[in-house]
């Protein structure tokens, strides 16, 4: 009963703590506006920019195929795309739930075990980290005064919009930090009492080591590379689906898709709520009104979220059914 208890605590806190932040941003938000701009979408860009969402998965998966090979383990491609389906869905559920539902994934379908595998999701985010802070770098660099503006009214509680209060910047920001924190913490108690257990840690480290091993290397990097690519022009093509935001530049478009790849990292589902806050306080800065950059925030994250969830439902549906057809054949 205490574990249970423990699991609906740990599922209710991210979205509680959501629903504050999100209710904070648009309680004095107009939502007739939102029919309005969808009509005027421009769905070619929409539907283009949710290629690239669809592809950046299907290119993770492939990736973490090409990671598992060098211990001696060759889930099929397929396992290893919907299991990337399956962990961003349940992300929305619990965060970082997601890594370890893809390593249950294909213990299930490829008997791949899942100390190892989920050394190579590790070695993974590490990775992606580095991928972060250098489009971060980059990005803070060509636009330093913009950066500078968010950082100082973030955080210095000096807002140029009337999305959030004066006060909200500053709490918000403190939220955010407070939950990242308490995520850390959580994690690095985890990762203590696994190392307890030596043979688990033995597989661990070995997984972590595996693409030291990797005969492909340098097709891991162009996966890692077009990861990234795919999640940036599925964020930045989005600019062109409204009139409003279409005129923005490449470079905005960097230092806004690397404000909202940090936000996520706050234990909310799929970052709802400071994602939202980032992309509108610096769009703000840009020069559009709060209105539009409100409205932007709430369709594209919404609709992101949303291919998440079918994902994560299409990978539950397909994974028994090409795999039973599989073992027939």
């Known amino acids: 009963m205490k574990k249970i208890f423990n699991n609906i605590i740990k599922s209710l806190l991210p979205l509680l703590l959501g629903v504050v932040i999100l209710y904070w941003i648009y309680a004095e938000f107009d939502f007739s506006q939102v029919g309005v701009a969808l009509k ?33 383990y060759y889930p099929r491609r397929g396992n290893c795309v919907y299991s990337i389906f399956i962990a961003y869905a349940a992300n929305l559920l619990l965060p970082r739930v997601g890594e370890v539902s893809r390593c249950v994934v294909l213990d299930r379908y490829d008997s791949v075990p899942f100390a190892q595998s989920l050394g190579t999701v590790v070695t993974e985010r590490l990775i992606d980290t580095v991928m972060v802070l250098l489009i971060t770098a980059t990005a803070v660099l060509l636009q330093w005064n913009v950066f500078y503006a968010f950082v100082t009214r973030a955080g210095g509680g000096v807002f140029g919009f009337d999305a959030v209060s004066a006060m909200g910047g500053p709490a918000v920001f403190a939220i955010s930090i407070v939950a990242v924190a308490v995520l850390l913490f959580l994690l690095l108690r985890k990762m203590s009492l696994w190392a307890k257990i030596r043979s688990f840690f033995n597989h661990f480290v070995e997984g972590m080591c595996s693409i030291a091993k990797m005969k492909h290397a340098w097709l891991f990097v162009l996966e890692t590379v077009g990861i990234w690519f795919c999640y940036f022009m599925q964020f930045y093509l989005c600019f062109f689906c409204f009139p409003f935001s279409a005129g923005l530049s490449l470079a905005a478009g960097l230092l806004l898709f690397v404000a909202g790849s940090v936000a996520v990292v706050v234990p909310t589902p ?11 306080s610096i769009m703000v800065i840009y020069g559009l009104s709060t209105t539009d950059a409100s409205l932007f925030a709430l369709i594209v994250h919404s609709s992101q979220t949303l291919l998440v969830a079918l994902l994560g439902v299409l990978a539950l549906v397909m994974l028994p059914l090409t795999n039973r057809l599989t073992t027939k054949k």
């Open 40 to 72: 005027e979408m421009d769905l070619f860009w929409f539907v283009l920019s949710l290629f690239f969402g669809v592809f950046s998965h299907v290119l993770r998966g492939w990736r973490w195929q090409l990671a598992l090979a060098p211990m001696g």
């Open 270 to 280: 799929n970052g709802a709520g400071p994602w939202h806050f980032a992309v509108i």
